[in-house]
């Protein structure tokens, strides 16, 4: 899924009960502010993977499709194959579905699996290389979860995750609003604010390990790691600074009475679409974003 999180009730079962179909149009947002990432990702990873002709791909959480758009083309480009899309949710199930017959062409053929993550039978699958973005983290028993779905990867294959990587960053460090450093602030307060999320899930499972050890722990050899990098300039008044505020105003929503009075108030008047401060109308937001994939290959 696109990143950052966004919490309510959700269509579709969802542990950290998000409701992701309201966030739709932030995540298609999301996917073409990285569609050149995206792009990029999925050559190396077809590439890594060795796919045979014809292969099977999975794309666990898609989110609005924009992962599965980059290996749809990539499938193309090769001649075609299949991809299976994984999602509780049938809203973002349903566009991502859309972005593979889009790019895919008849030359790819697509497959829907409507389903929680942490109880699809990965078994019945027979993947030759699986994607799972920013899905792991928002189940349970991570590791539990890693083990259960390098099961759909044939042997040879490859699981790839991306979870983690630096902080997302949209703001300049001096807002001219409030004191400086405002979205580091915000980014503490987060943190604390998804440790008790995990923590109040029910039946959740530590897992103390980094994601290469997880994989390894999940049976995959030749276990590594790459990152890639999103950065984009906002224009004022853009969907991406609708994008950039909608992140901040999450972030304050979560921070609550976490912050300071004097960031509150400064939060107040810089998402006020009638303030003067107003953020979407600023000409220096941008979007910079670090991922990391951790890959590994079935044996």
Same mark, same amino acid.
């Given at each position: ?184 602030? =915000? ?85 006020? =679409? ?26």
């Amino acid at each position: 899924m696109a990143p950052g999180h966004h919490h309510g009730h959700g269509h579709g079962h969802t542990h950290d009960e998000m409701d992701w179909a309201a966030r739709a149009d932030r995540l298609k947002v999301a996917d073409h502010l990285a569609a050149e990432a995206y792009a990029e990702v999925a050559q190396r990873l077809t590439a890594t993977a060795a796919l045979p002709a014809e292969p099977t791909v999975i794309d666990i959480g898609p989110g609005a499709g924009g992962m599965s758009a980059a290996l749809a083309t990539e499938l193309r480009s090769r001649g075609g194959g299949t991809v299976v899309l994984v999602d509780a949710v049938p809203e973002l199930l349903a566009l991502a579905e859309a972005a593979v017959k889009d790019h895919g062409g008849a030359e790819v053929t697509v497959r829907t699996v409507l389903g929680d993550a942490a109880e699809v039978d990965f078994g019945e699958f027979r993947a030759d290389l699986v994607w799972a973005s920013a899905v792991v983290h928002h189940l349970p028993d991570q590791q539990a979860a890693l083990t259960r779905i390098a099961k759909a990867v044939r042997p040879g294959g490859l699981l790839a995750v991306s979870e983690g990587g630096l902080e997302s960053q949209n703001l300049p460090w001096d807002l001219g609003v409030g004191d400086p450093g405002i979205e580091q602030r =915000l980014h503490a307060v987060g943190a604390d604010w998804f440790a008790a999320l995990r923590a109040g899930m029910e039946g959740v499972v530590r897992m103390p390990h980094g994601w290469g050890v997880a994989l390894t722990k999940a049976g995959l050899t030749d276990v590594g790691r790459f990152s890639y990098l999103v950065d984009k300039p906002v224009a004022p008044h853009s969907d991406a600074a609708a994008y950039v505020v909608e992140r901040v105003r999450f972030m304050a929503e979560i921070a609550g009475d976490n912050l300071g009075e004097a960031d509150r108030d400064a939060l107040a008047r810089l998402l006020d =679409l009638n303030s003067p401060d107003y953020l979407g109308a600023r000409d220096d937001l941008f979007v910079l974003q670090t991922r990391t994939v951790h890959h590994g290959r079935a044996g």
